[in-house]
């Protein structure tokens, strides 16, 4: 009767990747993903982020392998406040909404500013953060 071979914990493939020996006798490749910066997200980068990994699964896992879904999500984040913050202004000064206006009659000011607000992030929302062309 022959002796079998004992399989090697650790091997380096001929592509350079390192296997490490499973329990059930498979081999699996000693893959990490790349040290990546990691920064403050907030809400339209975690609306970005659920999209991506829902909707657009290839470029969730492409931004993922690459190191660089963090740093997309902060600034598809930063570009959505700077976008409403523009929108906001413009709408608000074609629909009149002044600050007379809002020491004046401060419930219409409000119930006007809210429209503006909502009406601004709707844009950001359809242009920035579920476009599928970033």
Avoid at 9 to 18: D, T
Avoid at 39 to 55: D, S
Avoid at 88 to 101: F, N, P, R, Y
Wanted: charged share 35%; hydrophobic share 35%.
């Amino acid at each position: 009767m022959e002796k079998t071979k004992e399989l090697e914990k650790y091997l380096i493939g001929e592509n350079g990747i390192g296997y490490t020996l499973g329990k059930d006798g498979f081999y699996y490749p000693d893959l990490k993903l790349p040290e990546e910066k990691l920064y403050n997200i907030g809400k339209y980068g975690l609306m970005r982020w659920e999209y991506l990994r829902t909707c657009r699964r290839w470029e969730y896992i492409r931004l993922l392998l690459a190191g660089e879904l963090h740093k997309h999500l902060h600034e598809v984040d930063e570009e959505c406040h700077e976008r409403m913050e523009f929108l906001v202004g413009k709408m608000k000064a074609g629909a009149g909404i002044t600050e007379e206006l809002k020491s004046t009659d401060f419930m219409q000011w409000i119930g006007l500013v809210n429209n503006v607000r909502n009406a601004a992030e709707e844009i950001v929302l359809r242009e920035l953060v579920y476009d599928c062309d970033r």
